[in-house]
């Protein structure tokens, strides 16, 4: 379940963190929103063999989108993550909840842990990119 990536994520950090070069602390935002827009289709056992990868290559105390070079490799067919930038990858990510969602903002807004102002702000800021 979505809602349960963020406590998976903070237990495996936890269980590996002994294994890792450096000591990781945490995942960042983007890391986060990178892992949720993930479908699991090996549910929790892939989600914590991602999790173990990423805590072994860490460069930093918190994990970055770079760090899952397993899990980027497999989100490729559904959006090119190399090159792109954070605010096109939260876009794509909020897109894709919404239409998972049938269109509802207040859900989507909810699953993305935002409010749903927040929610309705970026939209007509990505709105407003594109008729520019």
């Known amino acids: 379940r979505l809602e349960d990536i963020p406590a998976l994520a903070a237990y495996f950090l936890c269980k590996f963190r002994a294994d890792a070069t450096i000591t990781v602390q945490g995942l960042a ?6 892992l949720m827009a993930h479908d699991w289709p090996g549910n929790v056992r892939e989600f914590r063999n ?5 805590c072994v290559r860490a460069t930093s105390e918190i994990l970055q989108p770079h760090d899952l070079p397993a899990l980027q490799s497999t989100c490729s067919a559904k959006s090119e993550v190399r090159g792109t930038t954070l605010e096109q990858i939260e876009r794509d990510v909020i897109l894709r909840t919404l239409q998972e969602l049938g269109g509802n903002k207040t859900a989507a807004a909810e699953r993305l842990g935002v409010t749903p102002r927040t929610l309705l702000n970026k939209m007509k800021r990505y709105r407003a990119q594109e008729a520019a």
């Open 29 to 34: 935002p983007a890391t986060l929103q990178f």
């Open 50 to 54: 991602v999790i173990q990868s990423a």
